[in-house]
Structures are given as structure tokens and as C-alpha cells.
């Protein structure tokens, strides 16, 4: 039962991740940005959508994967949960210390846009790092599942002979 839960934890969160980038990048494509005001609310809005979707359904996902291969022996010895484990905590770090940065900082750029601090093209600058960074965690997303639902068959571990060819003569 507990693994059944997990795995309905797993895949709402892989959901809301996957929803949240894609709500963050239609914000970014269709949302004006024409004047600072414009540009602040935009802000505004990314930043909600990191704050309650996109980061709390990245932990979700991450917390039940985790805790799958944790209940879940058989979980330990297959290579596509480590590889979607490791690629999990990239994009946490990814999402956490360089989206929501990002974001953080572009906001704090329209603030001093409106003020004529700062000119456009820095803004724009910053975007194009921030969608570098949104589609590496798309393709990390992307490569999470596809691994969840493939599952392929790494080098066996270390413990356990292949019986597929026969021992090497000596």
C-alpha cells in the first residue's frame, strides 16, 4: 500500500513540475512585457508560480522517489532509479538556486528598469541565461520520466554474475 502511495505521490508531483515549467515558459512567451510595469507584474506572476507549483511539486517528486527506493528494495539495484535519482537532485538544485534566482534577479531588474537604472537589453541578457536554464530542467524532466517508464537495464551490479555468456577461459 505504501508503495502504491508513493508512486501516486511520485507521478502527481512529476505532474505538477512538468505543468509549472510549462505555465513558467507560456508566461515568459505570452505575457507582456512592454513597459517596466508590464514587466514587474510578469515577475510577479513567475514568481508565484515557482513559489506554489513548480518548487512544491519538484519536492514532492524528488521526497517519493527517494523514499520509493528507501521502501522499496528492489529499487536499490537497478541503475534507471539511481540515474533518476541523481538527475532529481539536479533539478532541484537547478530549479532552486538558478530559476528561482533568476527570477529573483529579473524582478529586481524590472524594479530598477521602471526606475531607469537599468537598460532593457540587460534585462533581456537575463532571460536568455533564465531559458538555458528552464530547458536543461525540461530536458532533465523529460529524461526523468522516460527513464520511470522504460526502465532500461544498466550494467548488472556488482554482486551478481551475467548468465547470459559463459565464463571467459583462463
Given at each position: 500500500?505504501?508503495?502504491?502511495?508513493?508512486?501516486?505521490?511520485?507521478?502527481?508531483g512529476?505532474?505538477?513540475?512538468?505543468?509549472?515549467?510549462?505555465?513558467?515558459?507560456i508566461?515568459?512567451?505570452?505575457?507582456?512585457?512592454?513597459?517596466?510595469?508590464?514587466?514587474?507584474?510578469?515577475?510577479?506572476?513567475?514568481?508565484?508560480?515557482s513559489?506554489?507549483?513548480?518548487?512544491?511539486?519538484?519536492?514532492?517528486?524528488?521526497?517519493?522517489?527517494?523514499?520509493?527506493?528507501a521502501?522499496?528494495?528492489?529499487?536499490?539495484?537497478?541503475?534507471?532509479a539511481?540515474?533518476?535519482?541523481?538527475?532529481?537532485?539536479?533539478?532541484?538544485?537547478?530549479?532552486?538556486?538558478?530559476?528561482?534566482?533568476?527570477?529573483?534577479?529579473?524582478?529586481?531588474?524590472?524594479?530598477?528598469?521602471?526606475?531607469?537604472e537599468?537598460?532593457?537589453?540587460?534585462i533581456?541578457?537575463?532571460?536568455?541565461?533564465?531559458?538555458?536554464?528552464?530547458?536543461?530542467?525540461?530536458?532533465?524532466?523529460?529524461?526523468?520520466?522516460?527513464?520511470?517508464?522504460?526502465?532500461?537495464?544498466?550494467?548488472?551490479?556488482?554482486?551478481?554474475a551475467?548468465?547470459?555468456?559463459?565464463?571467459?577461459?583462463?
Amino acid at each position: 500500500m505504501l508503495r502504491k502511495a508513493l508512486k501516486c505521490l511520485h507521478t502527481l508531483g512529476a505532474c505538477g513540475l512538468i505543468g509549472g515549467l510549462g505555465c513558467y515558459m507560456i508566461l515568459l512567451v505570452f505575457a507582456p512585457q512592454d513597459t517596466p510595469a508590464a514587466y514587474a507584474d510578469l515577475r510577479a506572476s513567475i514568481a508565484l508560480v515557482s513559489d506554489y507549483v513548480l518548487i512544491p511539486s519538484l519536492a514532492v517528486a524528488l521526497v517519493s522517489g527517494l523514499l520509493s527506493m528507501a521502501f522499496h528494495m528492489p529499487f536499490m539495484d537497478k541503475g534507471w532509479a539511481w540515474a533518476k535519482a541523481v538527475m532529481g537532485i539536479l533539478m532541484f538544485k537547478g530549479v532552486l538556486t538558478v530559476v528561482g534566482a533568476k527570477a529573483d534577479h529579473a524582478a529586481a531588474l524590472a524594479r530598477k528598469m521602471e526606475t531607469g537604472e537599468v537598460q532593457r537589453a540587460t534585462i533581456d541578457a537575463a532571460m536568455r541565461h533564465e531559458w538555458w536554464t528552464l530547458w536543461i530542467v525540461v530536458a532533465l524532466s523529460v529524461a526523468n520520466v522516460v527513464l520511470g517508464v522504460w526502465r532500461p537495464k544498466f550494467a548488472a551490479s556488482p554482486g551478481r554474475a551475467s548468465t547470459s555468456e559463459p565464463p571467459e577461459p583462463v
